[in-house]
């Protein structure tokens, strides 16, 4: 028996051979009494656990012993004593830093016969390791099984060897349907060989590889998965696994792709929007300035399209803005830009564009009928075309040289195209000015009204007067309409001054009527201002201002292109002021798309036939045709009618022959402030049977 060691006390009456044979073992070796006591350890004992003998002899081999795991329990292990049976099974001990130490452990009684002693002998291997490779692989088990992630080996043969849930789960395929067989049954046939060449080759180099790529279901379906895939050595010099691990990422490219298409592409249409547009004339300038080319930037406006919203809805104007949108697409080529701007606007970015007639090609596009349910419409647009590097020298420049051509385009009546000029700028520039002096204008009440006598030619009594607007400039002096309407027209301005006429009109009417000069008083109305759902709400609180004043007095002169852009809302909103007595005249009948079918459908209360064909009736018999035909249909249809643009009296005469009783123009008066209307009218009263046989006698 070794000597005794202060780690390792000395038992007796242990059996020498026992004790020496303990002692030169690595494993660690104690040995208790029947009760379970430790009476000896060796040395492997304390090196093992770095605990002093002394400190241990003694103590209950139970209470030093953790047993987590079943089926050795601290049941078993006193039963093991008191049965002398002893006991097997894996512990787990604490060494003296409190880090936890696995064993397995194998207690068994001592003969005492064949010992000299009666008790029990333990012995302890170091599991430790082991234990901690099994904790790792049931972690890489429970990893395998739970994981969200898709995961597949193979062999060196590229065969499948497992799968976990997740596979299944993405793919549709069972783990007993995968097992043998070639990843090859997920291929899509969207990739190339060259791709999968690629793949296998970063694999072969790098011992990964990891992207995405576009896989299929069992069902058929196709997915798209972030696939990585690892070479694994294993022990011998030519074996290896596969892993790939793979998520479905399909949701997540749609939604990118969606998130794409918000950002880059029109809702309605399904054209590049603004954004988009930016960033491909970025680059296409860039490539005209490597290669010297040049590009085209055309900015459309549809003429008057919320009229169509108005009269159709603003679904049959979404599906006309679809189709126009595909008509354009169809008219450029492949590398070609169209892109919808916003609202009824869009832009085409034309690379090396050399169709000098470009712009004229669209319009006559454009123009094609259009079904809008069981009605079709035909579209006009304002075109304006800048070019690079000619125009501008960098993308938003050029947008904008685009949008003043087209500006320009629509100033001057609309379904035109213009290239931009230099000189457009300042026109722009002039333009706003003066639409700020405008607003100072209604600001400082330097606008005001001339009225041109109405007479019927028939009774000679003067029926009323046309109320005209006027700008008393401070240094100017007096501007006619042509000078700043056109600049009104469109803008933010175009309201509020035409409802400034509206009242100014009310109030000299009602002046007039007070005075016991019962006129009536016609105001141009214009189409926003017509259309705006509030206007006969306006007009019921302009006449309650003047409630002496009989609304028959009041005449709403609507242009006829407005009212037959439009004939459905146009008539609510007409029928709704004719309701509160208002009378209403068609302006400048003639000019626009009539027909017998408007004509008839219209709530209107007088024709005014245009001056245009006034003016040259004498000597166009085209023009005397169509106001003959205009006297016959109002006539057929009970509608007084009134000729605007007498300028003679040869004119009145003739008029007068073809049966048109009301005139207006220069051949009777001109047009006239307040106070200067006021002393033509008294005079003309004083003999207006004279002053009418003067004037159709010549």
């Known amino acids: 028996m070794q000597p005794p060691t202060p780690s390792a006390p000395p038992i007796v009456p242990v059996a020498a051979s026992l004790a020496a044979l303990a002692s030169y073992s690595s494993n660690a070796v104690l ?13 492997g004992f304390v090196d093992a656990l770095g605990l002093a003998g002394a400190e241990i002899v003694g103590s209950a081999l139970q209470d030093l ?17 008191r049965q002398a049976t002893g006991f097997v099974g894996e512990v787990m001990v604490a060494n003296h830093c409190a880090d936890p130490l696995w064993f397995h452990i194998n207690c068994s009684p001592l003969d005492p016969v064949e010992s000299g002693y009666a008790g029990f002998v333990a012995i302890l291997n170091d599991i430790t390791r082991l234990m901690q490779s099994r904790q790792q692989l049931r972690i890489s088990a429970s990893v395998f099984e739970r994981s969200h992630d898709a995961i597949m080996i193979t062999d060196q043969d590229n065969r499948i060897i497992d799968v976990n849930p997740a596979f299944s789960r993405i793919t549709g395929y069972s783990r007993d349907e995968a097992i043998g067989q070639s990843p090859n049954l997920l ?3 969207v990739h190339t060989p060259a791709f999968y060449q690629n793949m ?22 196709l997915f798209t998965e972030l696939l990585s895939i690892n070479k694994v050595q294993l022990d011998g010099p030519a074996q290896w696994h596969h892993v790939a691990v793979f998520s479905d990422i399909t949701e997540l490219k749609n939604h990118a792709e969606q998130l794409n298409r918000v950002s880059n592409y029109d809702e309605l249409t399904g054209l590049p929007n603004l954004q988009l547009l930016i960033k ?6 860039t490539q005209a300035d490597s290669h010297g080319q040049k590009l085209t930037l055309i900015h459309i406006d549809l003429d008057q399209f919320r009229l169509i919203n108005s009269r159709f809805g603003h679904s049959a104007g979404d599906q006309v803005l679809t189709e126009v949108g595909r008509r354009l697409k169809t008219a450029v080529r492949e590398n070609d830009t169209v892109a919808r701007l916003t609202g009824d606007e869009f832009l085409l970015l034309l690379p090396e564009c050399h169709h000098d007639n470009i712009g004229q090609r669209l319009l006559t596009l454009l123009h094609e009928a259009i079904a809008v349910g069981p009605a079709s419409v035909r579209l006009s647009a304002s075109m304006g075309i800048a070019h690079y590097p000619a125009d501008a020298s960098e993308p938003h420049q050029l947008l904008r040289h685009a949008g003043q051509a087209m500006h320009l385009a629509k100033d001057r009546g609309g379904n035109a195209c213009h290239s931009f000029d230099p000189s457009l700028q300042r026109y722009r520039e002039k333009r706003r000015e003066l639409l700020r002096e405008l607003h100072c204008a209604l600001s400082n009440h330097e ?33 006619s309409p042509a000078e700043f309407l056109p600049v009104v027209t469109g803008s933010d301005l175009e309201i509020p001054l035409g409802r400034w006429v509206v009242r100014e009109a009310c109030r000299q009417c009602s002046e007039w009527y007070q005075a016991g000069q019962d006129l009536k008083v016609s105001i141009n109305i214009s189409a926003h201002h017509l259309m705006t759902p509030d206007f006969p709400e306006f007009l019921a609180n302009e006449l309650a201002i003047h409630p002496g004043l009989p609304s028959r007095n009041i005449t709403l002169e609507v242009l006829e292109s407005t009212a037959l852009d439009d004939t459905r809302q146009a008539g609510n909103v007409i029928e709704a002021c004719r309701a509160m007595g208002f009378e209403v005249a068609l302006d400048d009948f003639g000019t626009g798309y009539s027909s017998l079918a408007y004509f008839r459908s219209l709530p ?31 006539k057929r249809f009970d509608r007084p009618v009134l000729a ?41 009263s004083e003999a207006p049977l004279q002053r009418q046989r003067a004037m159709l006698q010549g």
């Open 31 to 43: 040995v208790t009494d029947t009760e379970g006591l430790i009476q000896w350890v060796n040395q």
């Open 447 to 479: 606008f005001v009204l001339h009225y041109q006598p109405q007479l019927n030619m028939t009774s000679g009594q003067i029926i009323g007067a046309e109320a005209l607007i006027r700008w008393q400039h401070p240094q100017r002096g007096l501007l």
């Open 644 to 684: 605007e643009g007498v300028e003679t009296n040869a004119h009145a005469r003739l008029l007068r022959d073809i049966g048109c009783e009301l005139i207006q123009g220069y051949g009777l008066a001109r047009p006239m402030a307040a106070a200067p209307f006021n002393l033509w009218l008294a005079d003309w």
């Open 65 to 81: 012993l953790q047993t987590p795991n079943k089926p050795l329990t601290r049941e078993a292990i006193d039963d093991g004593f």
């Open 280 to 285: 491909r004339l970025q680059r296409n300038i």
């Open 604 to 634: 209107i209360d007088l024709i005014k036939i245009d001056q245009s064909f006034v003016r040259n009736l004498l000597d166009n018999s085209n023009d005397r045709a169509i106001v003959e035909s205009v006297v016959f249909l109002a």
């Open 187 to 189: 291929s899509s046939a």
């Open 200 to 221: 296998w080759d970063s694999i072969q180099q790098n011992q990964f590889w990891r992207g995405e790529i576009t896989n299929r279901r069992k069902n058929g379906e």
